[in-house]
């Protein structure tokens, strides 16, 4: 099952209605005098809206971000450099969040 994972915000406006929106989906947003309401007509906006949209992944060739990837592998001067930054900043890279 193909499925796709959106926020929607919720809001209670100041004349008491309620405001839903898709922050992924520009002009995606819904007002109805419920919460309930809110939700079930931007959900039913965003049915519509992505029934006819194709969803690709843009490969870049040449990307310049991996033209430095492995650049200072087996320096060095440079690994302990990195080692002090990391020491300064207090990092630890082999560490698990």
């Known amino acids: 099952m193909n499925t796709l994972s959106l926020h929607v915000l919720v809001e209670q406006a100041s004349e008491g209605h309620f405001i839903a929106s898709v922050p992924e989906l520009p ?16 959900q039913e906006q965003v049915r519509v809206r992505l029934a006819n949209i194709e969803v690709l992944t843009l490969e870049v060739a040449n990307n310049p971000w991996t033209d430095f990837i492995g650049m200072f592998e087996g320096d060095d ?9 990391r020491t300064e900043r207090e990092l630890d890279i082999n560490s698990t969040v």
């Open 27 to 42: 002009d995606c947003a819904a007002e109805a005098s419920t919460r309930s309401d809110a939700l079930a007509a931007v």
């Open 77 to 85: 001067e440079f690994a302990t450099l990195a080692q002090e930054l």
